[in-house]
């Protein structure tokens, strides 16, 4: 089961960190990331991190603004968001999966939490 949370309404420019509680099965072999939905707008990869080891990913779109890091004896792993745009407000979802190259297959979501950038 994944908890995301950590979600909520900011101005531009702010900071924001969501997280992503994993429980109830160990995802030591997997990689969690983070996708995002805008409104009209397909679900999209935003970052991702290997469990074991601790590779990570971050889409291009928010390269050098987001980072994602995980506790590993909170199995949970967080998003952090820093110089928000309105064009990142969208529902975050936190997914567990397989690897695949960047990115992740994700097998497992967690529910959505809103983060919405105001102008």
């Known amino acids: 089961q994944l908890q995301a949370s950590g979600g909520g309404l900011v101005q531009a420019g702010a900071a924001l960190r969501v997280s992503c509680a994993a429980s109830g099965r160990t995802f030591s072999s997997y990689a969690m990331g983070w996708f995002r939905q805008a409104p009209e707008k397909e679900r999209e990869f935003v970052g991702a991190?290997?469990?074991?080891?601790?590779?990570?990913y971050i889409a291009d779109s928010v390269k050098g603004r987001f980072t994602i890091s995980r506790d590993n004896a909170k199995n949970t792993v967080y998003l952090q968001m820093n110089s928000l745009k309105p064009e990142d407000t969208a529902v975050y979802y936190c997914?567990?999966?397989?690897?695949?190259?960047?990115?992740?297959?994700?097998?497992?979501w967690g529910q959505g939490t809103l983060v919405t950038v105001s102008s």
């Open positions: 997914a567990a999966g397989p690897p695949l190259g960047n990115s992740l297959i994700p097998t497992y």
């Open positions: 991190i290997r469990w074991s080891g601790g590779t990570t």
